[in-house]
């Protein structure tokens, strides 16, 4: 439990804060009898390091501690809280873990919590902790990771692929290298020959100095056909470096560049194959109405992958719209509900939209003048 929920929930229980009788049986809130923390001084050049806490409490009984640290920019902060048996004195400690690579320099002990039972608490800031004569200083040595790791080989497979009749999969191994924190992440893209598409893949990894794994990138059915072009790779460690190469950059590197798709171009938009609605009369004066579209419509080759359709109000100042998103697919059937807001416009509204699209990026718009002969205007009262 943080400092902050504790003391919530001991405001909620109307308990008592450092002394103050609030009608419990006990409203002495603990004391700090001693604290000192080991080591003084750590070092997390080559991993985490840890500092054990001591302290002993008298009166109340401590059953709840916690002490923070924070490092000389007031930035980064590292803490450890505990929960013990109530007894009256006696000696506890946590102990405070500090990452590997933390900030070096002098972190100070800038607070250390103590809570009974009966709620009472103790708080005791930096400055508090000085009075008392407790030590607050700590020493935290630590190697500093500036530079970005390293791409030392990248290469795919296969580097010609179909997509003619379905998704085709593109393995991509690479090897990685960091000096101390590691490399955590890989990111890359290709680019498509008209610059319009992307496919790419990520992974996040354990920090390591040296990573050789593979990811797989997958090109969907009907990709577009040509040379595409590994575009950019993103590298990063643990502390934050990054690399970013560009087409320029992996081809400096001496890394393939190039993965040619083969594919049946779709160049044909969706066709609509149904479409009514139901009820063709509603009523707003007193509330809400809602209008259900139902649509059928299919695609030669990449499949429709999405549709939006809109009413128009009477004056052409109101619209009511709706949409609908898909898996691609030769043939889809839906029902798309649109509400019309509580004393809409009266009068006949038309359907002045319909919109498809397939997952090739081609599209077909319809309007109120193509849909006429298609459907009925819809009545609002």
């Known amino acids: 439990?943080?400092?902050?929920?504790?003391?919530?929930?001991?405001?909620?229980?109307?308990?008592?804060?450092?002394?103050?009788?609030?009608?419990?049986?006990?409203?002495?809130?603990?004391?700090l009898k001693s604290l000192r923390f080991t080591p003084a001084t750590i070092d997390t050049s080559t991993g985490p390091a840890e500092v054990t806490v001591s302290f002993s409490a008298v009166a109340s009984g401590a059953t709840h501690f916690e002490a923070t640290f924070v490092?000389?920019?007031?930035?980064?902060?590292?803490?450890?809280?505990?929960?013990?048996?109530?007894?009256?004195?006696?000696?506890?400690?946590?102990?405070?873990?500090?990452?590997?690579?933390?900030?070096?320099?002098?972190?100070?002990?800038s607070h250390v919590f103590l809570g009974d039972a009966d709620g009472n608490t103790l708080v005791l800031d930096n400055d508090k902790l000085v009075r008392r004569g407790f030590p607050t200083r700590l020493e935290v040595v630590s190697a500093r990771d500036t530079d970005p790791p390293k791409l030392?080989?990248?290469?795919?497979?296969?580097?010609?692929?179909?997509?003619?009749?379905?998704?085709?999969?593109?393995?991509?191994?690479?090897?990685?290298t960091d000096d101390l924190s590691?490399?955590?992440?890989?990111?890359?893209?290709?680019?498509?020959?008209?610059?319009?598409?992307?496919?790419?893949?990520?992974?996040?990894?354990?920090?390591?100095?040296?990573?050789?794994?593979?990811m797989t990138v997958t090109f969907p059915r009907t990709s577009e056909p040509g040379q595409w072009t590994l575009?950019?790779?993103?590298?990063?460690?643990?502390?934050?470096?990054?690399?970013?190469?560009?087409?320029?950059?992996?081809?400096?590197?001496?890394?393939?560049?190039?993965?040619?798709?083969?594919?049946?171009s779709d160049t044909t938009p969706p066709s609509l194959t149904a479409l009514r609605f139901a009820p063709e009369e509603i009523d707003t004066s007193q509330g809400e109405a809602t209008v259900k579209v139902d649509l059928s419509a299919t695609d030669d080759l990449s499949g429709v992958n999405y549709v939006e359709l809109s009413f128009s109000s009477p004056?052409?100042?109101?619209?009511?719209?709706?949409t609908a998103k898909f898996e691609p697919s030769k043939s889809?059937?839906?029902?798309?509900?649109?509400?019309?807001?509580?004393q809409s416009e009266p009068g006949q509204w038309?359907?002045?939209?319909?919109?498809?699209?397939?997952?090739?990026?081609?599209?077909?718009?319809?309007?109120?003048?193509?849909?006429?002969s298609k459907v009925r205007k819809l009545q609002v009262r």
């Open 231 to 264: 575009s950019s790779v993103f590298l990063s460690d643990a502390a934050g470096n990054t690399l970013v190469l560009d087409v320029a950059g992996v081809t400096r590197a001496g890394l393939r560049t190039n993965l040619v798709v083969k594919s049946a």
């Open 315 to 322: 004056s052409g100042t109101f619209k009511r719209a709706g």
């Open 152 to 176: 030392t080989s990248l290469e795919f497979s296969p580097t010609e692929i179909d997509t003619s009749a379905g998704p085709a999969d593109v393995k991509v191994n690479y090897t990685a």
């Open 1 to 31: 439990m943080c400092l902050k929920t504790y003391l919530l929930a001991a405001l909620a229980a109307g308990t008592v804060f450092s002394g103050l009788a609030s009608g419990g049986d006990d409203a002495t809130p603990p004391e």
């Open 71 to 109: 490092d000389a920019s007031g930035t980064f902060r590292q803490s450890a809280s505990a929960k013990f048996a109530h007894t009256l004195s006696g000696t506890n400690s946590v102990k405070v873990t500090f990452p590997r690579f933390s900030n070096a320099g002098s972190w100070t002990l």
């Open 182 to 214: 590691g490399v955590n992440y890989i990111e890359l893209s290709f680019l498509s020959p008209s610059g319009v598409a992307r496919r790419g893949g990520s992974v996040k990894l354990e920090a390591a100095r040296s990573v050789s794994k593979s």
């Open 350 to 372: 038309v359907l002045s939209t319909v919109f498809l699209s397939d997952a090739g990026g081609n599209t077909l718009i319809l309007d109120a003048n193509a849909l006429a």
């Open 332 to 342: 889809v059937s839906t029902s798309i509900s649109i509400t019309f807001p509580r």
